[in-house]
């Protein structure tokens, strides 16, 4: 039994042996170098080659390789290259409980980007594309605090990188760019403690036993940049950083120093230093448990930009103190000018000096004493073509904070946090004094901010240019004097003072304004609540004024503005408004003042109105609501009342309520209904009333009397309604009249009256209007007429002559005369059209004088029939509202009208009766006169005519001079045919004088062809003026 036990465990022993053996030779053949290599390689891809030496594989203690390097097949270049790569491990520490790389090195290693014929030698490793990544689904679990661990562990590890040397080359542009770092040097190293779990927040950096990281701590950097201009030099950036915890206390110093004089820029053949330098040195007292800021300095050159200096502690209970002081400051712009210019191609360009001081922080950190300071002196700044002066700036602020509510320190758990703090941080501030000047402008101001006033401040500005900002539609010198006042959480915020701003000037589509100054006095309160920001104004005072001092406008309002989500509310009571429009057109631009030409009679007196507004707007739906008093002097002393209630939705338009009254309550307008849909189809209720018994002065120049009434009714498809005007009369009077003087002209239209129903189809297809009408047009009309006009006579005659019982132009006084107007009219069919127009003119008898017409006679004066106008088969064809489809038509009689009384008196009578014919007819209105044909044949004219007639048809006054003096002509004719006047002159000469020789062989015939429309017009007025 012995020999079989015996047996057995020489068996087994040799088993062990052979597997042992056999796992050995394995190990041996997977760690040899040329099997690491192969597997190395295959790895890569297909275009990726690796070159390197393996002087030690083991998985127990790591691998060492030598020259290796990595490159690219395609271009030839280098990826990575480097003399020695060490991986040294530990791994049997693992048997108790630590893990740890002894150290990483890198002896000389390069890494090459570089681009050649749009290709980077790094895509060898795959496209440069985005790998979309698929978004992560949520889990409902929480996150762990922690990582629990099966076994206690202890890390450490070292790095070590010498010589580095980074290389990006891009030479497929036009200009190659070229960045190069060389001579880069990194040492770290780290212990942690022995754990039983990973904390998983910034707990994690308690497990550091000991941190060591060095940068360059001997050798400079070593740097290269090529790109239209260049870079070169050496830069010393040492940075060191040492941490460890021991039972004597935590040791803790940081070293940065950083100077970049040997580093040069070139560009243009001119090289400029940077001479910048930043150093810090930081360390941890364990004597007396402080952390102490030896030093913190930057440095452009000899000039020292900031100098500081401080201490971090903490006491027994856990709060923590600070101690920092600046001790200099000094920033001189004008020496980093010319680096500046030349790195921004002379686009930057800065002068003047900038200093820090003072600057201190000290005290407990929920108790922190805070004084900032900032100088400037002569500053100037030029970005491209703006330009930036501050002669003088001086800021003084001081403050109690309590930075634990930053949340940048853990508190201790005896600090209780002050909710009164505005915005939970400030105890205090003092803005004791904020001085600068800017561009022209000087700004004063002093603030304070405590928990139990808030914020109280005075602001005082001067001579602020706002067009260097928003010219060249807004120009003048701003002005303020303010004073805000605010709760600490600056949820509402009081402003009230005067901001002025002088010789200001505004443009509208390139027209631009005179100069005005205009003031605002005002109160308001500006409510932040937890959306939106509402403005409540309480007196709001504006007054505007020319460079004369005399005064423009005058607003007094008080209201609401509100803006929240989706919602805007405003509401106004407006208390005053006055403007002195005859001040303010001439200083108005001229595209604006064009416009309100038509109105400048009305408004010159001034405008004066008062009353409130209600309007609010939300994103859909809103609501106009007012009563509003208008006052216009020049039309009449008495207001005009405006009131509106209206409200809006998505896609319509609701007139509750819209009314004007005024003219001592003769006028009356009315608009109700609405627009509805997306195309906002009309259904629309207008009214209008004039009405007055009695003359009614309606402007310093105008009267009237009688009664205007205009109802219409629109709808989407048809626009119906009546104009109805009675007994109207109407007095227009020159200024003289007003002011008493000599010239006083009164012109009278007497007894108007008209009654028109209408129906206007909006879907109505345009039709021409031949195919409209009956051919016999006396049946459709009512031989009644609906429009009459009495008379039209003035207290002075054409020639500006005093008439004692006037000068009747039109109709006469006698009452059994016709009407100097009177028409049947009607709107059917959307045509305007009328059977007969008749204008009657009237001429006066002397006392002597007898006629053989008929005298029409009353107990004074007696008149005799001037001669008529009749206007036959008038129509205006609208159509659709298309002025491309609207014609209109007139056939016109001249009968015996004796022109002669409506010139200046000649020494003897004179024959002065014309009578013509004319027709005319016209379509397509935006271009009426190429679509106008007219023709006027005059067969009666008088020989005391004859020149002046002649001279406007015939353009040649040789032929006008002979024609005047020596032959009759029995009648005349114009014809106006696409903008060109045609004219035919029939002569008869007297005797054996014949005009043929000098026109054209046996015609009797003066013809002038293709003449001008403009041109004959304007020979018209000329020749008309000169026979005046």
């Known amino acids: 039994m012995f020999k079989a036990t015996s047996h057995s465990l020489i068996r087994k022993i040799r088993v062990w042996l052979i597997v042992s053996a056999i796992g050995i030779i394995l190990y041996q053949i997977a760690l040899m170098p040329e099997t690491i290599s192969y597997i190395l390689r295959s790895s890569l891809p297909a275009d990726a080659r690796l070159e390197l030496k393996i002087e030690r594989s083991s998985l ?14 395609v271009s030839g270049d280098h990826i990575f290259q480097a003399d020695l790569v060490n991986l040294n491990w530990f791994l049997p520490g693992f048997a108790i409980g630590q893990i740890g790389i002894r150290q990483i090195g890198l002896k000389n290693p390069t890494v090459s980007i570089i681009k050649r014929n749009n290709r980077w030698n790094t895509e060898v490793f795959g496209s440069t594309e985005e790998i979309k990544k698929e978004p992560r689904k949520n889990t409902s679990s929480p996150m762990p605090e922690s990582i629990e661990l099966f076994l206690p562990l202890r890390l450490y590890g070292a790095f070590q990188i010498e010589g580095l040397h980074f290389v990006i080359e891009d030479s497929s542009e036009a200009d190659p760019l070229k960045f190069d770092v060389s001579d880069i040097d990194l040492y770290a190293s780290f212990v942690t403690k022995t754990f039983h779990s990973i904390p998983l927040n910034t707990d994690a950096l308690q497990m550091f036993d000991s941190f060591f990281i060095a940068v360059n701590p001997v050798r400079p950097v070593k740097l290269e940049y090529a790109k239209l201009h260049s870079i070169h030099g050496s830069v010393n950036a040492m940075l060191k950083l040492y941490t460890e915890r021991l039972d004597t206390g935590t040791t803790f110093l940081s070293r940065l120093n950083i100077d970049s004089h040997k580093l040069m820029y070139n560009h243009n053949l001119v090289q400029i230093p940077f001479e910048l330098t930043l150093k810090y040195d930081i360390r941890y007292d364990t004597t007396f448990d402080k952390l102490k800021v030896n030093q913190v300095e930057l440095n452009y050159g000899p000039d020292t930009w900031l100098s500081l200096i401080g201490e971090f502690k903490q006491d027994n209970v856990g709060f923590h103190y600070a101690d920092l002081k600046i001790e200099k400051s000094l920033i001189n712009l004008d020496r980093i000018n010319p680096l500046l210019m030349q790195l921004t191609n002379y686009k930057l360009e800065t002068h003047g000096t900038v200093s820090l001081l003072p600057l201190s922080i000290e005290g407990r950190l929920d108790q922190l004493l805070t004084d900032l300071g900032i100088q400037a002196n002569q500053v100037q700044f030029r970005l491209d073509s703006s330009n930036h002066y501050v002669p003088t700036a001086n800021i003084q602020i001081h403050a109690d904070i309590d930075s634990y509510a930053l949340g940048l320190v853990q508190p201790p758990e005896a600090y209780i946090q002050d909710k009164s703090l505005a915005y939970g941080l400030i105890r205090e501030a003092n803005v004791s004094q904020l001085s600068a000047g800017y561009n022209g402008a000087f700004l004063q101001a002093k603030a304070t901010l405590k928990p139990d006033e808030g914020l109280n401040a005075d602001v005082d500005l001067r001579s602020f240019n706002l067009g260097q900002f928003t010219s060249p539609y807004l120009t003048g010198l701003g002005s303020a ?23 200001a000037r505004y443009l509208i589509d390139r027209s631009i304004s005179g100069f005005h100054n205009l003031a605002l006095n005002t109160d308001l309160d500006l409510v932040f609540p937890d959306s939106g920001m509402s403005i409540e104004i309480r007196t709001a005072n504006i007054t505007g004024s020319n460079f004369s001092g005399q005064k423009l406008t005058h607003l007094m309002a008080n209201g609401m503005l509100t803006f929240a989500h989706q919602t805007q509310s405003y509401r106004v009571n407006l208390h005053k408004l006055d403007l002195d429009f005859s001040q303010i057109q001439p200083l108005l631009p001229g595209n604006l003042r064009s416009t309100l030409a038509f109105a400048q009679t009305y408004l010159m007196g001034g405008v004066h109105l008062n009353g409130n507004a209600n309007l609010q707007f939300d994103s859909d739906n809103g609501l106009i609501q007012s009563d509003l008093s208008l006052i216009l002097p020049s039309i009449s002393a008495d207001a005009l009342s405006l009131s509106v209630d209206m409200a809006t939705s998505l896609n319509e338009i609701h007139f509750r309520r819209t009314q004007l009254h005024g003219l001592r309550g003769a006028l009356q307008a009315t608009l109700t209904g609405g627009l509805l849909g997306v195309n906002h189809e009309p259904n629309l209720d207008f009214r209008f009333n004039l009405s007055r018994q009695g003359m009614l002065p309606v402007h310093e120049n105008i009267a009237i009397d009688g009664s205007i009434d205009i109802r219409a009714l629109i709808q989407p498809t048809l626009v119906s309604g009546a104009i109805d005007i009675r007994k109207f009369n109407l007095i227009f009077q ?26 206007h189809n909006l879907k109505f297809t345009p039709v021409q209007y031949n195919e409209l009408i009956n051919p016999d047009l006396l049946q459709r009309f009512q031989d009644t007429p609906n429009l009459t006009l009495k008379s039209i006579w003035s207290n002075r005659s054409p020639d500006g002559l005093a008439v004692d019982q006037g000068f009747y132009y039109l109709g006469s006084p006698i009452v059994n005369t016709r009407p100097a107007i009177e028409a049947s009219l009607q709107y059917q069919r959307n045509v305007f059209e009328s059977r007969l127009l008749r204008v009657s003119t009237y001429h006066e008898l002397k006392p002597k004088e007898n006629s053989t017409k008929p005298i029409f006679s009353n107990d004074q004066r007696r008149y005799i029939s001037n001669g008529s106008i009749e206007i036959q088969n008038l129509f205006f064809n609208l159509g659709n509202l298309n002025p491309v489809t609207m014609e209109y038509g007139a056939h016109i009689s001249v009968h015996d009208l004796n022109v002669e009384p409506y010139f200046p008196k000649a020494d003897s009578s004179y024959d002065g009766i014309i009578s013509a014919v004319a027709n005319l007819r016209g379509t397509n209105l935006n271009d009426a006169v190429r679509n106008l044909k007219a023709r006027l044949a005059v067969y009666r004219i008088s020989k005391d005519f004859t020149g002046l007639a002649v001279r406007i048809m015939v353009p040649s006054d040789i032929i006008a001079r002979v024609v005047n003096n020596t032959l009759e002509i029995p009648s005349m004719s114009a014809e106006l045919r696409s903008g060109l006047v045609y004219t035919t002159i029939q002569i008869r000469s007297p005797g054996m004088f014949t005009l043929s020789k000098l026109i054209k062989p046996g015609d009797q015939m003066i013809r002038q062809e293709r003449i001008p429309l403009a041109e004959f017009l304007e020979r018209t007025k000329k020749e008309t003026g000169e026979f005046q």
């Open 60 to 73: 127990l203690f790591g691998f060492q390789f030598r020259d290796v390097r990595l490159t690219d097949a």
């Open 481 to 503: 004097l303010l004073k805000a006042k605010s709760t600490t959480d600056f949820n509402r915020i009081t402003l009230a003072g005067l901001v002025q701003l002088n010789s």
């Open 734 to 759: 020159n200024t003289a009249c007003i002011t008493n003087e000599t010239g006083c002209t009164r012109y009278y239209v007497e007894d108007l009256n008209f009654n028109l129903p209408f129906v």
